[in-house]
């Protein structure tokens, strides 16, 4: 079946310890999208490319920072991870229209 | 200003009983709007979509949803719901003004009583 894909579906890192979450996506979308998710609250939008055309929302901490090497795969570096980062990370794929969401990655900070 | 609103923070509905789940939106042109619904721990599901034609949308589920212009409204309902319906929903505007960018509202959290 097409899928997004997000690798791992739970992180535990130590607070300024840098991580890296990856998705990728077997339906081809030229669209992907990292947001982040607190609990009980809406996605927000951290970055989104059209094919490596790099979009980053105005709101987005520094210590945020996304790759995406090709079609299929994207990562999302955080640098020095603190306490108020703890989420659920969300990857998506679009093309355009409707977005696809992967299972997410859930982030404990120590 | 472009914006979704999900009165609703949470929602007791027995099992069996109907639902409808409300949303109300603002745009100044033919929304393309969504409803998501998000379990415990996973990521988001999408379960209808409205771009436009008719105005009752059947999704997944046994759910649909009605759009109605004149209320800017895009209520979700289900004849009878299921335990397994527990969850948060999610309803959604696509901007064009923002790069198709989803306006999501604050979400709706389902309790089904036994």
């Known amino acids: 079946d097409a899928m997004v894909i997000q690798n791992p579906r739970y992180q535990v890192t130590q607070f300024g310890k840098p991580v890296t979450l990856s998705c990728s996506q077997t339906?081809?979308?030229?669209?992907m999208y990292w947001y982040q998710q607190k609990s009980s609250q809406a996605p927000k939008l951290l970055f989104h490319y059209y094919d490596k055309d790099f979009n980053n929302e105005a709101d987005t901490p520094d210590n945020f920072q996304s790759r995406r090497p090709n079609t299929s795969f994207c990562f999302l570096d955080i640098r020095s991870p603190g306490l108020g980062d703890a989420a659920m990370y969300l990857c998506?794929?679009?093309?355009?229209?409707?977005?696809?969401f992967g299972p997410g990655t859930r982030l404990t900070v120590l | 200003a472009q914006s979704v609103t999900q009165p609703d923070i949470h929602i007791t509905v027995s099992e069996g009983a109907s639902l409808e789940l409300r949303c109300n939106y603002s745009?100044?042109?033919?929304?393309?709007l969504f409803w998501y619904v998000q379990s415990p721990g996973q990521g988001l599901q999408l379960l209808l979509k409205?771009?436009?034609?008719d105005t009752l949308v059947q999704g997944i589920k046994g759910f649909e949803a009605e759009f109605k212009r004149s209320q800017s409204s895009f209520n979700l309902r289900k004849p009878s719901v299921h335990w397994s319906d527990a969850a948060e929903y999610f309803c959604?505007?696509?901007?064009?003004?923002?790069?198709?960018?989803?306006?999501w509202g604050a979400g709706t959290k389902l309790i089904i009583k036994p």
């Open positions: 745009y100044g042109a033919t929304p393309y």
């Open positions: 959604a505007l696509l901007s064009m003004d923002s790069n198709y960018q989803l306006i």
């Open positions: 339906l081809n979308h030229n669209v």
């Open positions: 409205y771009f436009s034609g």
């Open positions: 998506a794929t679009s093309t355009r229209l409707v977005q696809f």
